[in-house]
Structures are given as C-alpha cells and as structure tokens.
C-alpha cells in the first residue's frame, strides 16, 4: 500500500514496466537507499543517480497519504495479505502512527445463489447490470445483496422487481402531484407556512444526506 502512494509516478499506468513513467526514473536506479529516502526519511545518497527532487516529490506523496485510513480487501485473505500487512508495516516503520487505522473485509459476490463464474455463463459485471436493469436498480439490488463476511448475492428477480418499483412509484409521486396541485406549479412559500415539527425534521434530515452524498 505505501507503493501505491508513488505507483502512478514512477509507472503512469503502464503495468508491466515497458515505458518508463512520468517522472522519468529507471527502475535499476531505485536502490535500498531511495526508498529509505522516500518512506523513512533518509539520508540522499551520495551516489544516488536520481535528482533529490524527484525522491522528495515521492517522498511528499508518500507523506500526504499516509498513514491510510482504510484498507478493504476479501475475506480470503485475512490470514496472508492482510496480516503480513501488519507485519511489514510494524517492521519497516517504528513509528506505530504509520500502521493502517482500519481494515475492512467482504465476501464474495455470488449470482442468484450461485458462484460467478464465465466458463458457466453464470457471470455479470456492474456495467452488464446497468445495461440490463439500470442504475437505480442496479444500486437497490446491490444494497440489498449483503455485506460484512457473508458472500453477498446479486439476485436479477430482486432487480427485474425493483425496476417495476422504482416505475410504479415514480407513477405515484406524479399522480399525487397532480392532484394536489392541477395547475402544475408548487407555491414552496404556502408549502412552508403549513409544515410542522415532523415536516421540518424531515426536510433536515434530507438536507444532511445531501450534504454528505456530496
């Protein structure tokens, strides 16, 4: 995870190391000594072939980023990545403040109860199911698929139901205005004289979701 911190600089996307990236360093020229320069502020090497400006601009990505808030990877590796994440970190820096603040772990995604798989046919990406059933019901069947340890399962008749729903209660709301108001236009100004106690921490409540979705 600290690499992650300086991944996009030295590879700039390319994976597989056939183009150097945007900060023009050569893998073979980053010794022991740079990253002890970039993750434990270190000393510059004295025979270090890459300028101190380039390793300080790391270093501060580094910094600026760590240590991380969160780290969320699957249940299956708890007892490999995850530990010896812990391990690595309290071996590489003493300072404790630099371990990570949380770990987070989630099942497996499985399809209408069963193991995704392509050889099967039994498989969906989230753009499939957006293609396929929408964003809202896409989002609704995703929330109510399951999180923690358990696997969570995506279920296409929760979906094709919730898409029915969401259309029968769009239907509603636009029925109800209209009766409530034929003329097609809604005076917010006689709406508010007639709001009480409960409309009024309705609307705060909706105010502060607003507030933290953006």
């Known amino acids: 995870m600290a690499y992650y911190t300086v991944a996009g600089l030295l590879q ?11 900060l023009g360093i050569k893998a073979e020229d980053l010794t022991h000594q740079c990253w002890d320069y970039i ?18 601009k790391m270093r501060h990505e580094f910094e600026y980023w760590y240590p991380m808030d969160l780290r969320v990877s699957g249940k299956d590796l708890i007892r490999n990545h995850l530990t010896m994440c812990l391990y690595n970190h309290a071996g590489i820096w003493e300072d404790k403040k630099m371990m990570p603040k949380s770990l987070y772990c989630n099942g497996y995604m499985i399809l209408n109860n069963e193991k995704m798989s392509k050889s099967t046919g039994n498989f969906l990406t989230v753009r ?21 340890l358990d696997d969570a399962n995506f279920e296409t008749d929760v979906a094709n139901a919730t898409i029915l729903k969401l259309f029968t209660f769009e239907k509603w709301i636009q029925e109800n205005i209209a009766a409530a108001i034929p003329e097609g236009s809604i005076d917010f100004t006689e709406h508010k004289k007639n709001q009480d106690l409960w409309d009024g921490i309705f609307e705060n409540g909706i105010n502060y979701a607003i507030t933290q979705a953006t």
């Open 39 to 56: 993750f434990v502020k270190g000393q510059y090497p004295a025979d270090c072939k890459i300028p101190e400006e380039l390793l300080a």
């Open 12 to 22: 700039g996307g390319v994976l597989d190391g056939s183009a150097i990236g945007p």
């Open 128 to 148: 499939d199911c957006i293609t396929k059933f929408g964003v809202d019901a896409t989002r609704i069947t995703l929330a109510d698929a399951g999180d923690g």
